[in-house]
């Protein structure tokens, strides 16, 4: 498969939206919100620049990288169930108790 | 450039053990994921541990963010870092169009910005360190209360600047491994190593410092900017 050569102007496009998030998300880091909602927020805007930067400037949206992206992709997958089991645990400690204690 | 000169790189760059120059792309992009994804573990194990101290101790986490955190230092690190991974991006984009002394050119200024990355780095651990703020014998950190008297910190506190320290040192190796890795590769490039079809150092390294991008947009906003719980 020939290597996909993207158009320069994309690469300005992602660059000025990456800068556009991380103004968004020191400005809203500063916004006093109820709950975890601050936390989500600022971690949805980091997925959304790791997402972009992933596609964009790593090339994984395009076909003649197909095999990379599974191989991020399953990568990805390892480090949810790392994080997720994790918090099962450590988030229902205080409504579920610990076991001996 | 002609036809046959273009052959006679292909020839050159193209390892025996590879059929074609595409398979060789392919293969050597690949491996590079495979390397980025134990990166990711490796890394993974310490988000863990943020995760599990975080939700340990809330109150303690977003203390220690508002008060011993540099975020317009941090803010600046993430300007000079996403500026870096774009000139990395058009680095790319320049050898794909044959562009040599262009590719170079990117490639140095990239470098540039790494090491203003780690500048700045090293001027907030200096502060960490002159407040107190780094564990084991150099802590002396006091909390305010509100009366204005001051105690020192408890023990968890330590737990924050300990993972803070880990996380953003262990970035901050990958950071100087990423400038000497683009050193070398922008100066390869200068001198003509490089060409339209055989680009793949150029293409892996690039990917190499978008992977450290990506760490520090999660380290920024877990760090620098924890709000409420």
Same mark, same amino acid.
């Given at each position: 498969?020939?290597?996909?050569?993207?158009?320069?102007?994309?690469?300005?496009?992602?660059?000025?939206?990456?800068?556009?998030?991380?103004?968004?998300?020191?400005?809203?880091?500063?916004?006093?919100?109820?709950?975890?909602?601050?936390?989500?927020?600022?971690?949805?805007?980091?997925?959304?620049?790791?997402?972009?930067?992933?596609?964009?400037?790593?090339?994984?949206?395009?076909?003649?990288?197909?095999?990379?992206?599974?191989?991020?992709?399953?990568?990805?997958?390892?480090?949810?169930?790392?994080?997720?089991?994790?918090?099962?645990?450590?988030?229902?400690?205080?409504?579920?108790?610990?076991?001996?204690? | 450039?002609?036809?046959?000169?273009?052959?006679?790189?292909?020839?050159?760059?193209?390892?025996?053990?590879?059929?074609?120059?595409?398979?060789?792309?392919?293969?050597?992009?690949?491996?590079?994921?495979?390397?980025?994804?134990?990166?990711?573990?490796?890394?993974?194990?310490?988000?863990?541990?943020?995760?599990?101290?975080?939700?340990?101790?809330?109150?303690?986490?977003?203390?220690?963010?508002?008060?011993? +955190?540099?975020?317009?230092?941090?803010?600046?690190?993430?300007?000079?870092?996403?500026?870096?991974?774009?000139?990395?991006?058009?680095?790319?984009?320049?050898?794909?169009?044959?562009?040599?002394?262009?590719?170079?050119?990117?490639?140095?200024?990239?470098?540039?910005?790494?090491?203003?990355?780690?500048?700045?780095?090293?001027?907030?651990?200096?502060?960490?360190?002159?407040?107190?703020?780094?564990?084991?014998?150099?802590?002396? +950190?006091?909390?305010?209360?509100?009366?204005?008297?001051?105690?020192?910190?408890?023990?968890?506190?330590?737990?924050?600047?300990?993972?803070?320290?880990?996380?953003?040192?262990?970035?901050?190796?990958?950071?100087?491994?990423?400038?000497?890795?683009?050193?070398?590769?922008?100066?390869?490039?200068?001198?003509?190593?490089?060409?339209?079809?055989?680009?793949?150092?150029?293409?892996?390294?690039?990917?190499?410092?978008?992977?450290?991008?990506?760490?520090?947009?999660?380290?920024?906003?877990?760090?620098?900017?924890?709000?409420?719980?």
């Amino acid at each position: 498969m020939t290597e996909h050569i993207s158009h320069v102007k994309h690469y300005w496009v992602v660059w000025i939206v990456l800068m556009g998030l991380m103004a968004l998300t020191v400005v809203l880091s500063r916004v006093p919100m109820p709950g975890p909602l601050n936390t989500l927020i600022a971690l949805a805007i980091a997925a959304a620049k790791a997402t972009l930067v992933l596609l964009f400037f790593m090339h994984l949206k395009y076909e003649s990288y197909v095999l990379s992206a599974v191989v991020f992709v399953a990568g990805l997958f390892w480090l949810l169930i790392f994080f997720g089991l994790t918090l099962t645990d450590y988030l229902t400690r205080a409504t579920l108790g610990v076991p001996g204690h | 450039m002609s036809a046959s000169t273009t052959e006679a790189v292909a020839q050159h760059a193209l390892r025996h053990h590879f059929a074609t120059m595409e398979q060789q792309r392919e293969s050597t992009t690949l491996g590079m994921w495979i390397f980025l994804v134990t990166e990711i573990m490796f890394f993974g194990g310490l988000f863990t541990a943020y995760l599990v101290y975080r939700t340990a101790y809330p109150d303690v986490w977003e203390y220690c963010s508002r008060h011993h +955190m540099e975020f317009k230092l941090g803010t600046l690190n993430t300007v000079i870092l996403l500026c870096s991974s774009l000139t990395v991006a058009l680095s790319v984009h320049a050898i794909q169009m044959g562009q040599k002394k262009l590719t170079a050119i990117l490639l140095f200024v990239t470098v540039l910005m790494g090491l203003g990355f780690l500048g700045i780095k090293s001027i907030e651990y200096h502060n960490h360190y002159v407040e107190g703020s780094v564990p084991g014998p150099w802590w002396h +950190m006091e909390i305010e209360r509100p009366d204005g008297t001051h105690y020192p910190a408890p023990h968890q506190y330590q737990l924050f600047f300990y993972l803070y320290f880990v996380m953003t040192g262990l970035h901050a190796l990958h950071v100087t491994i990423g400038v000497v890795a683009l050193a070398i590769i922008a100066l390869w490039s200068w001198q003509g190593k490089y060409t339209r079809e055989y680009h793949n150092p150029v293409h892996i390294t690039g990917l190499y410092w978008h992977f450290v991008d990506l760490v520090w947009i999660f380290l920024f906003p877990l760090l620098y900017l924890i709000a409420g719980k």
